[in-house]
């Protein structure tokens, strides 16, 4: 009993730490740009009535689903007239996810323990606390983070055999994300399975619940629209059948196996192969998390973040081989010994890298931008009519929820794949386009050209290695402009190094 509540008090500690660690996180560094432009920038163009939708709204291969959660929050602000702070704005709409991701992570650790057995249950719960993945992503505002919680739920209500529940969790997945079918098809062996008798009334009230949020998500999204919008239909000919991922980068197709699974597991990946040996149950987990993992690998576009929604899956099986190593290392005495030692150590090591990840990526990795924006919201406060100019990638930078005020003038690089970019060439103004990446961007003639229809800016937002280009090509056209303020923004030299605030000299 003793070892229960012990056990009980570190979960909630660690829930704890894990909670505050991942909000605190999001104050400091950025992820990536869809954490803003699917959710906090789309809701603020909903409730402001201007702003800047990027070309997957026009679309329509977002739900609104996400965004309308966050303007229901701006609509009760503005009740009390706040609706214009950073908490409302951003803050707000983080912790509502965070919370959700809480909900996923007790969810998981009852699925762990209802599909592995509660001692291996408790062991997957601890690698999922621990790790950074799970922390650094926890309150962003980013489908795959949202889909994940869905996951972690869902998978418990399909252990215990709550398969009608389970079919509305999924269809609610589902519409927000299409891909979440991934991750579910390999299951539908299993689900018949758990149908039992009267299998054709079970399975039509499944259908039934899995219709509700998908006819929701249709009439919410044809609304928004104003017309017919079957954005997982959308989703799937733009990414699959036109192979419109490919736009935003090509990955080997072994990429998840050398770089995006070490990258999340660490040590652990070493136990990994080996569930396909393990209890049934762990054998079969292992099955649908190795499809999905080969699905996506024949996707052209790749990013570690798509490896969330599977993650639920990943840290069980690696519990349950750790566990029959133990198990089977004590049946022959050979626990205490070299074989011993590397389970210890390969657990120990992926504590201390997951600790150290979460700090060095979560508070010292692509933390510039945030405090560039804090900067010239603080800023522009007392003007009445600030012009900003961000001359950075296109969405690189959360713009009107991160900068707002009711008179600003924003300009910023747009991009969209080359069947939407004619959503932003047809503007009356000229408009900065991002082609094909900001190293084909022609910083002269653009500042040239944008200052023959606009004032010059009170501040621009750039990072450090345009900066010279910047301040050339604005000294050419007769404006004098230097670094005010330089913020540190990564140590790593794919990123940008620095982020700065120019100002008239």
């Known amino acids: 009993m003793d070892r229960i509540k012990n056990y009980r008090q570190g979960a909630q500690i660690a829930f704890a730490l894990k909670f505050l660690l991942a909000i605190a996180i999001t104050r400091f560094s950025d992820f990536v740009p869809d954490e803003h432009w699917q959710s906090t920038e789309v809701a603020y163009v909903l409730h402001f009535g201007r702003g800047h939708l990027t070309w997957e709204w026009y679309a329509n291969i977002r739900s609104y689903i996400p965004p309308l959660i966050i303007l229901i929050v701006y609509k009760i602000a503005s009740v009390f007239n706040c609706d214009g702070s950073f908490v409302i704005l951003v803050k707000v709409p983080q912790i509502l996810q965070l919370a959700l991701s809480a909900v996923g992570w007790n969810y998981f650790s009852r699925f762990a323990s209802a599909r592995v057995g509660s001692n291996t249950g408790k062991l997957a719960t601890i690698f999922m606390l621990v790790s950074w993945f799970t922390t650094f992503c926890g309150a962003r505002l980013i489908s795959n983070q949202t889909e994940m919680s869905l996951n972690c739920i869902a998978l418990y209500l399909f252990e215990i055999g709550d398969l009608a529940k389970f079919s509305f969790i999924m269809g609610l997945n589902f519409a927000l994300r299409p891909t ?65 991922s490919a736009e935003f980068g090509v990955h080997s197709p072994y990429w998840y196996l050398y770089s995006g699974l070490p990258s999340v597991l660490g040590p652990l990946l070493a136990f990994l192969p080996f569930g396909y040996f393990c209890s049934k149950k762990t054998r079969l987990l292992t099955i649908y998390a190795t499809f999905y993992i080969v699905v996506y690998s024949f996707i052209p576009h790749k990013e570690i973040r798509f490896l969330l929604p599977v993650t639920p899956l990943l840290f069980p099986i690696c519990a349950s081989v750790v566990s029959t190593l133990i198990k089977k290392g004590v049946q022959t005495n050979k626990i205490d010994g070299h074989f011993g030692t590397y389970l210890k150590f390969a657990v120990k090591l992926f504590i201390g890298l997951n600790i150290g990840a979460t700090i060095f990526l979560g508070f010292f990795h692509q933390c510039g931008v945030k405090r560039a924006t804090a900067d010239i919201s603080g800023k522009i406060s007392q003007m009445d009519a600030p012009r900003v100019w961000i001359m950075t990638p296109c969405y690189a930078v959360p713009i009107f929820s991160h900068i707002h005020h009711p008179n600003i003038e924003l300009e910023y690089y747009k991009c969209a794949p080359k069947v939407f970019r004619h959503l932003y060439t047809n503007e009356s103004a000229y408009t900065l386009i991002q082609p094909n990446g900001f190293a084909t961007v022609d910083l002269h003639q653009d500042i040239s050209k944008k200052l023959a229809g606009a004032k010059a800016p009170h501040f621009i937002l750039a990072f450090q290695e345009h900066v010279p280009k910047i301040i050339a090509a604005f000294d050419k056209a007769g404006y004098e402009y230097k670094v005010c303020v330089t913020y540190f923004h990564s140590y790593i030299e794919d990123f940008a190094r620095a982020v700065e605030i120019l100002c008239n000299s």
């Open 180 to 244: 979440a079918a991934i991750l579910w098809l390999p299951f539908l062996p299993e689900f018949c399975g758990k149908l039992k008798d009267k299998t054709f009334k079970n399975l039509l009230k499944c259908l039934k619940f899995a219709a509700f949020p998908l006819v929701g998500a249709l009439a919410l999204d044809s609304m928004m629209t104003s017309s017919l919008s079957i954005t997982w239909l959308e989703f799937f000919k733009f990414n699959f059948l036109s192979g419109g």
